[in-house]
């Protein structure tokens, strides 16, 4: 497998990423006819303490390993991560299944701790997938990333319905069934993962290669982590707070959250994964420039990935915004009239999140790229505080119930935004460096280069 032009790359890893999102969102069709409202607030319920854990062991790995790799001032830093995120991913495993009971206990969801203990092995599976992808990334080619998602959405749906089926006279048992599909869909996925890593990675040198140490791979992947992990914690103290605040009005709250959170989630994130392949091929395109010390032809070339997100999402808002009622029916037809009523309300809330979304996740690409992930993590953090404390007003003291928590959603992706983009403008030009080997602070025949881009004899 081959480098990929910018374009190519993204065009790659967008058909993937969109075909994963569709077969995620069809897969809603069967399943919530299966589990109904209530089995689908246990599942999504389920999934705030999985996303946290795994960010810590697998979300900064892709943008950081492909930022590293594209540097082309290493070789070998793959197989650090391997080891390292993979002992990481082992831990995650652990405090997930431990932890079950008292994520039951704290969401008042009994069924809850089942799901999680089923669930916990995918966080090893997808700290190993992630590692491979991040190096096919780093290295432009796209294709490993968009295979590995769509078999992995596949195998999901084939086993979840067919399970969930299985064990539809038993409410928890369906959702555990459904819930034993995803880690059925990361194992399988990890093994085809690791095959695709080991035929693509080439011959090695006869001679010994410097190889990144954990010290490198953490400066890289660390912050990307931090950034990542703060939506889910948002989401999991989100998953506690509104539900109960919900509770206290009215008698379906779990029905409620699984509706805003399974599917009108799911139907505005299916146009945003379009524009995820253009975030992901930006990172080799701008690393490049951005390690020579060209802030100039780097900040171009973000500019023109940020207007190719703007020129794609906004279409993909109108068109969410116009037929989310036809969606709606198709997608989740076992739904009550009131329930799908609700579901259209929310997604049109929602739908310039398309447009918001998918500028954050470009926006931050570009500042991983530049050599600013902390950037992208101040944004993260101070968007998820916006959004908690304003979803517990919205919800808590007004009659929005839970449209608040979609308006909250809005107000903090365009905060997220406003703050990328001062970040982006904000990098100054630090002058080219030749033979520089690294970015981050490696040592290189010129001497070095911080994580501002400053070099140093």
Known sequence: MGRQSYLKGALTISIGGFVSKLLGAVY???????LGGRGMGIYQMVYPLYCILLTVSASGIPTGLARLVSSDGTSGAERTAFWLFGIIGLAGTAVMYLLSDVLAAAQGEPAVALCARIL???VFFVAIISVVRGFFQGKGDMRPTAFTEVAEQLIKVLAGVITAYLFRQNLTLAVAAAIFAVTLSEAVCALIAWNIYRAGRGRRPLYRT???????????????????IAPPLAQLAES??????????????????GIYSGCAVTLVSLPVSLAYGLAAASIPAISPMAARGDATGAKKMAAKALWLTLALSVPCALILYVFSPLASRIIFSSLSPTERQLLVKLVRIMAVNVVTWSLVQTSSACLTALGKPLCGTLT???SAAI???????????TS???SGAAIASNCAYFVALFMNLCYIIAVKQTGRKKNVHNFGGIRGK???????GKGGA
Not at 210 to 228: E, H, K, N
Not at 387 to 397: C, I, Q, R, S
């Open 210 to 228: 410097y190889s990144s140490g954990m010290g490198q791979v953490f400066r890289y992947t660390l912050p990307l982590t931090l950034t990542a």
């Open 28 to 34: 809603r069709i069967p399943l919530i006819a299966i």
């Open 240 to 257: 506690i707070i509104v539900v109960r605040l919900l509770r206290e009005g009215v008698t379906d709250a779990t029905s409620l959250y």
């Open 120 to 122: 916990s092995p995918s």
């Open 446 to 452: 010129a001497g070095t280069v911080d994580a501002c």
């Open 387 to 397: 959004k908690l404390a304003l979803a517990v007003a919205l919800v808590g003291y």
């Open 380 to 382: 993260q953090w101070g």
């Open 400 to 402: 929005l119930s839970v």
